[in-house]
């Protein structure tokens, strides 16, 4: 399996204020032309930039900055981890960081993706990471800014067009691409052995005994940390490990055997019932731009 396509089991910790880059990002295995980019030294409302990744590039480390960051994927998938969890989105999906978030983003091999740095006294966003689909209109409109010049004129065109482009963020429409982790050690734990082997078929019980808890205890624990029940929880891990695989070609039927279901058609299922369209229909909706 390539390299960028193992998710990892081990969860970042929350650093030290001296432990965190913010700042200047050295970029430069990610062949990008901003190779020491401090996007909060740029003295603009948004800029965008292209990044493409190549296979040997390695996932950027956990960092923060004071604007807020969308990375909207173009080709492939985009990773984001934080302290509350996991998010992943497929092209034409992109993932919202609000500003002083510790982060670390990732893209799948040969990904590409443009990254819009938002000043946070003008974001439309929300306050806590988002991920959303992204309409056609928006997507050119960022993929445009990305050719001009980052310090453009403050009055002109392109600040203009950067004034509809904020508009249009306001509109995008959220997906449910987020894998809650919180900071408690043994939900943690579960979801570091999650990660490290989805097809972890465990029940609640099961798990209850590994970290030395009634089976209650854990079943409150995990609902009142993640919003979710543990069989849901699970699931929800299941949903965005799909969508990374799927965007890199692989088949359903290769998902469904690798997080552990009896079939295709068992695995097919559960993503519809939380999705609202069959795996593949929903890929290819996104890949089109469509946002139903």
């Not at 510790?102 to 819009?116: A, E, N």
Request: aromatic share 6%.
């Amino acid at each position: 399996m390539p390299k960028s396509a193992r998710i990892g089991a081990k969860w970042p910790e929350a650093p030290a204020s001296g432990e965190v880059t913010s700042g200047a990002w050295d970029l430069t295995g990610l062949r990008v032309s901003f190779a020491t980019l401090d996007p909060d030294e740029l003295a603009r409302p948004l800029v965008s930039f292209l990044v493409q990744r190549n296979v040997d590039d390695d996932e950027l480390p956990i960092h923060r900055h004071r604007k807020g960051q969308l990375v909207v994927a173009a080709e492939g998938s985009v990773m984001c981890r934080t302290l509350d969890g996991l998010r992943i989105v497929p092209a034409n999906g992109a993932v919202w960081i609000p500003g002083e978030i510790p982060h670390s983003v990732s893209m799948s091999d040969r990904g590409r993706s443009y990254c819009v740095f938002i000043n946070p006294e003008i974001s439309p966003l929300p306050e806590s990471c988002a991920t959303f689909s992204i309409s056609p209109m928006l997507r050119e409109m960022i993929f445009h800014l990305a050719n001009m010049p980052p310090l453009y004129p403050l009055e002109g065109p392109t600040s203009r067009l950067v004034q509809v482009i904020l508009d249009e963020l306001a509109q995008m429409k959220a997906e449910p691409l987020h894998f809650p982790v919180s900071t408690h050690p043994r939900i943690q734990r579960i979801a570091a052995q999650l990660l490290e082997a989805p097809d972890d078929r465990r029940t609640i019980r099961d798990w209850a005994a590994t970290v030395a808890m009634s089976e209650r205890t854990l079943a409150r624990l995990i609902q009142k940390q993640t919003g979710m029940s543990f069989g849901r929880w699970r699931q929800q891990l299941h949903i965005v490990i799909a969508v990374q695989r799927m965007s890199m070609g692989a088949t359903v039927q290769a998902i469904s055997q690798e997080l552990g279901y009896d079939s295709p058609s068992a695995f097919t299922a559960m993503f519809r019932k939380h999705m609202g369209q069959p795996p593949r229909r929903y890929l290819q909706d996104r890949a089109e731009g469509g946002t139903n």
